[in-house]
């Protein structure tokens, strides 16, 4: 079974910075895309940054040049810089990893943090 542990959500005032972390755990094979979904209250859930295995990176537009997605493959990490926190950027932060375990590819998502950006 794989898991997900997510940390480093919280409250910041506008313009301030979080750095998320999500950690897979258990028995893994390999990690493909890692990726980070938020979602607002009332809204659907959205794609904020993805990262493929060879570092590539994707993100949604309202955060370009404001967050970075990272990760550590050795430590089956991966990790999501927010700078310039807006209000806006208020929403529950999900973890989703592609992951080889004990029943082959397999979607995952960790249990959510939430991230509160006062104006």
């Known amino acids: 079974q794989v898991q997900l542990v997510e940390s480093g959500g919280g409250l910041v005032q506008a313009g301030g910075s979080l750095r998320l972390s999500c950690a897979a755990s258990?028995?893994?094979?390999?990690?493909?895309?890692m990726a980070w979904y938020r979602q607002a209250p009332g809204s659907q859930r959205e794609l904020v940054a993805l990262?493929?295995?060879?570092?590539?990176?994707n993100y949604t537009d309202s955060v370009k040049g404001r967050f970075t997605i990272s990760r550590d493959i050795g430590k089956n990490t991966v990790y999501l810089q927010m700078n310039s926190l807006k209000p806006e950027d208020t929403a529950v932060y999900y973890c989703?990893?592609?992951?080889?375990?004990?029943?082959?590819?397999?979607?995952?998502w960790g249990q959510g943090t939430q991230v509160t950006v006062s104006s």
């Open positions: 989703n990893v592609l992951a080889a375990g004990p029943t082959g590819w397999t979607n995952y």
């Open positions: 258990g028995v893994i094979v390999r990690t493909n895309t």
């Open positions: 990262i493929t295995r060879g570092s590539s990176t």
